[in-house]
């Protein structure tokens, strides 16, 4: 794949060279001149469809996180994280057990490696928002999280983007089930369908930036519906800063400038 940065800008195949947009960006590709039956069938192309059955589960296994904070990632997402949490995820299936093609995605043994993670990369959290707390706490039972914040001052510890005039912290939380093959239907399943892709967001009352909050902000996701929670379902905590802009006595939602990261996992 390479960037077709030619004035003209194609759309289609000529010639056996395939143009596409993609992002507002060109781009041009190879036609694949392998056929899809070959692909499938020949010896040859074993290992091409050990990794196409993996990379099945890992869309899946992205698309379940993605779920689980859907309420708030409109919000806080660059457009590529998609492509960046997929990636987080096939980086683990080397690690599974089983037969190449059929390794299980086992997730819960992994949730450190999606600690830090940014959904804008381009608005990390921690530049945004970096008062001190001893970040979000799983309870015991796996089904709440905590996240209790001292009186901290706005001025110090809160980058605002412009126009705004008042912010809310979140706290996001939400479940992804273990992915395993299944041979009766030759595609990658949760190990429990429940709770899986499921989650929650709680805000703080509106802060305005400026000064002191006057008090500490304590925030829960009560996950308790969803009890108990099996072994085999990882649940993973992420904070978040929105702002917002007073006008006229209302607060409005800036349309920018937000920022989430997964702060905890277990």
Not at 39 to 67: H, W
Not at 186 to 209: C, Q
Request: proline share 3%; with cysteine.
């Amino acid at each position: 794949m390479a960037r077709n940065n030619s004035f003209i800008r194609l759309e289609g195949t000529l010639d056996g060279l395939t143009f596409y947009r993609k992002n507002g960006e060109s781009f041009v590709k190879t036609k694949n001149r392998v056929s899809k039956n070959r692909i499938m069938n020949d010896p040859a192309y074993a290992r091409t469809r050990e990794n196409m059955q993996e990379f099945g589960g890992v869309a899946k296994c992205s698309k379940a996180l993605r779920e689980a904070f859907a309420a708030i990632t409109r919000l806080v997402s660059d457009s590529y994280v998609s492509s960046r949490i997929t990636g987080k995820f096939r980086s683990i299936v080397g690690n599974g057990t089983g037969l190449r093609g059929e390794r299980l995605y086992n997730i819960v043994d992994h949730v450190t490696q999606f600690i830090g993670f940014n959904f804008n990369i381009d608005k990390l959290f921690d530049a945004n928002f970096n008062a001190p707390s001893d970040g979000p706490v799983i309870n015991a039972g796996r089904d709440t999280v905590t996240w209790d914040i001292p009186d901290f001052s706005t001025d110090t510890y809160v980058s605002k983007p412009e126009g705004a005039t008042h912010f809310k912290l979140a706290l996001a939380a939400g479940y992804t089930s273990n992915y395993e093959w299944e041979t009766a239907t030759k595609s990658y399943v949760p190990v429990e369908d429940v709770p899986n892709g499921i989650g929650v967001v709680t805000y703080s009352d509106a802060i305005a930036i400026g000064g002191m909050v006057g008090a500490a902000t304590n925030l829960t996701a009560d996950l308790t519906a969803y009890a108990p929670i099996p072994a085999t379902t990882a649940l993973f905590g992420a904070t978040a800063i929105v702002f917002f802009q007073m006008v006229n006595g209302e607060l409005y939602e800036l349309a920018q400038g937000h920022s989430m990261k997964i702060a905890v996992g277990g």
